[in-house]
């Protein structure tokens, strides 16, 4: 079975810094997606970035990125210019490649807060 | 487009009681997802439906929960009786259907049903 782990529950990093989610996963699989979905208090979870595994350069959307290391097994978020609207619970996900809709299989969540 | 509507938001009730929670996903997404998000906790999937079909259910405690999607649009997930360790946030999700075996389809999350067990 997969697992996802995420040993930082939280985090905080002034405004307009950068800062580094950590994630490590484990899998037998060699494709796979990796997601992190960010989860604002009483606010709906919505997809921040996606890293398919067969995929050697690492994603990247705006002021967010991801360090994809497969043979370690390690996928960590970088937000960087950080703002008061990334404050949230950032969750690490995994889902298999090789089926139609796989459901997601998250980590335990890192909660940001941002400092002012 | 409208997102993934669930309702209700907060639910209270006594250990033993019945309740039910609905999701309406975004219109044209034949996968339906519930997941259980316990406080501390990421989501876990409870059951998965393609249409009015179950997918994956082997999470769901079935001898107290049970889901539908009669008409493979909107379901109902019921707790019956509810136990103190069914406190958590009950998330529905939709998506398209796939289409091979490398393809992905982004899940909506709707914003959950927070229930608390007395």
């Known amino acids: 079975a997969q697992t996802v782990t995420q040993s930082q529950p939280e985090m905080s990093v002034q405004e307009a810094e950068t800062v580094t989610l950590s994630c490590t996963y484990d899998?037998?699989?060699?494709?796979?997606?990796l997601f992190w979905y960010k989860q604002p208090p009483s606010r709906q979870m919505i997809l921040v970035i996606r890293q398919e595994a067969y995929k050697q350069q690492n994603a990247t959307e705006n002021r967010f990125s991801v360090n994809f290391q497969k043979a370690a097994k390690s996928f960590s978020l970088k937000i960087s210019d950080s703002q008061l609207g990334d404050a949230a619970m950032y969750f690490c996900?995994?889902?298999?490649?090789?089926?139609?809709?796989?459901?997601?299989?998250f980590g335990t969540g890192t909660r940001l807060t941002i400092i002012p | 487009e409208a997102g993934v509507a669930q309702s209700p938001r907060y639910k209270i009730i006594e250990k033993r009681q019945s309740v039910a929670f609905w999701c309406n996903p975004i219109?044209?997404?034949?996968?339906l997802y519930w997941y259980q998000q316990i406080l501390g906790q990421g989501p876990k999937l409870l059951i998965q439906?393609?249409?009015?079909?179950?997918?994956?259910d082997s999470q769901l405690p079935k001898d107290r929960f049970s889901a539908e999607r009669l008409k493979g649009v909107d379901s109902t997930l019921k707790i019956q009786p509810a136990k103190l360790e069914d406190s958590a946030v009950y998330l529905c999700?939709?998506?398209?259907?796939?289409?091979?075996?490398?393809?992905?389809?982004?899940?909506?999350f709707g914003p959950g049903t927070r229930l608390t067990v007395l």
């Open positions: 219109s044209g997404h034949a996968t």
């Open positions: 439906f393609q249409n009015n079909g179950v997918v994956d």
């Open positions: 996900a995994y889902r298999r490649l090789n089926f139609e809709n796989e459901k997601l299989t």
């Open positions: 899998t037998s699989e060699s494709d796979y997606y």
């Open positions: 999700a939709s998506s398209f259907p796939g289409k091979g075996p490398r393809s992905y389809n982004e899940q909506f």
